[in-house]
Structures are given as structure tokens and as C-alpha cells.
Nanobody
Framework: EVQLVESGGGLVQTGGSLRLSCVVSGFTFDDYAIGWFRQAPGKDREGVSC????????YYSDSVKGRFTISSDNAKNTVYLQMNSLKPEDTAVYYC?????????????????????WGKGTLVTVSS
């Protein structure tokens, strides 16, 4: 059974940092792409970052590029999202998600359609 469990959310001031963690089970990193999504109240869900470990490729949305960093620790079955220079508009529930990779390549444009497996989310609040 595929499971994803997020942690690390909280309240932080503008300009601060947080590191989100996503512990995964039920699959191996090489077979899946792991993404971070967020959804703020009244707004559409946004795919902010994704990692394809087997391809050594990462993706960032324009809204977080240069501020957020995605990484993985295969030994710990964990994907991280380091978030720096946080802004009030980063306030949202952040979700970790996973999708199987077919043919050895994950198309980051597919993030717009979501992923098949989801965690329950962790709340990030950035105060001004």
C-alpha cells in the first residue's frame, strides 16, 4: 500500500524558513515521481515542486523558483521541501504526492493533472 505522510508545517514570519518532510512507503523512489502541491483557501491547487530521483531531475513552479529546494534521502524514504524567504502568499496546506513513472521518464507538465497518491497535508502559515 502506497502511503505518504507529511510533516514540518507551522507558523513562520515573512522571510523565515521551514523544511517539510514526506515519508513514503509502499514503493521505491526509482519507480515514482514525488511532488509537492499546495492549496490556499479559495485558490486552485498548485504543483510547486517535483523530483524524479531515477532521472535526477527536479521541477519548480515560477512562484517558488529560487526559494524552495526539493531533495530526497533514499535511505530514509523521505522527500524534503526546504522553503526559504517565505512570503505570506506561501500560506497554504502543502501536500506530498506520488505518481508512477512509465517508460523511464516523468513529464512535469503532468503535474497539472495531479498525482495518483496523496498525503493528508501539512499547514504552512506565513505571517506578515
Amino acid at each position: 500500500e502506497v502511503q505518504l505522510v507529511e510533516s514540518g508545517g507551522g507558523l513562520v514570519q515573512t522571510g523565515g524558513s521551514l523544511r517539510l518532510s514526506c515519508v513514503v512507503s509502499g514503493f521505491t523512489f526509482d519507480d515514482y515521481a514525488i511532488g509537492w502541491f499546495r492549496q490556499a483557501p479559495g485558490k486552485d491547487r498548485e504543483g510547486v515542486s517535483c523530483i524524479s530521483v531515477s532521472e535526477n531531475r527536479t521541477y519548480y513552479s515560477d512562484s517558488v523558483k529560487g526559494r524552495f529546494t526539493i531533495s530526497s534521502d533514499n535511505a530514509k524514504n523521505t522527500v524534503y521541501l526546504q522553503m526559504n524567504s517565505l512570503k505570506p502568499e506561501d500560506t497554504a496546506v502543502y501536500y506530498c504526492a506520488a505518481d508512477r513513472i512509465y517508460g523511464g521518464h516523468y513529464y512535469f507538465v503532468d503535474l497539472a493533472y495531479g498525482m495518483n497518491y496523496w498525503g493528508k497535508g501539512t499547514l504552512v502559515t506565513v505571517s506578515s
